[in-house]
């Protein structure tokens, strides 16, 4: 029923900025766990970071202290600042939601974003 669309993706030098924005539609997801994925070429999709319907966070080690994940419930949006960007950062980001009761794991995304940086 909640639809994620992500945009913001685009080209950067290492060490700039990107912020990445997913909107969701069908519902509100106040009662939702959000979070943020990447997939590089190769390799599995893992998580960047993660924000509860508290605005308790989670962070992945390699991301720390350079991204930060935030919500907006009257918008309905999750965000993803990335600062101080590496090429290792380069990958598909994928928005993505599960409900804070009914599910274990994240059953909701969106189609990804392209995100590239450079050296």
């Known amino acids: 029923q909640v639809q994620l669309v992500e945009s913001g993706g685009g080209l950067v030098q290492a060490g700039g900025s990107l912020r990445l924005s997913c909107a969701a539609s069908g519902r509100t997801v106040s009662n939702y766990v959000l979070g943020w994925f990447r997939q590089a070429p190769g390799k599995e999709r893992d998580i960047v970071a993660s924000?509860?319907?508290?605005?308790?966070?989670y962070y992945a080690d390699s991301v720390k202290g350079r991204f930060t994940i935030s919500r907006d419930n009257a918008r309905n949006t999750v965000d993803l600042q990335m600062n101080s960007l590496k090429p290792e950062d380069t990958a598909v980001y994928y928005c993505?939601?599960?409900?804070?009761?009914?599910?274990?794991?994240?059953?909701?995304w969106g189609q990804g974003t392209q995100v590239t940086v450079s050296s």
């Open positions: 993505a939601a599960r409900h804070r009761d009914y599910s274990y794991a994240y059953d909701l």
């Open positions: 924000i509860w319907w508290s605005g308790d966070t």
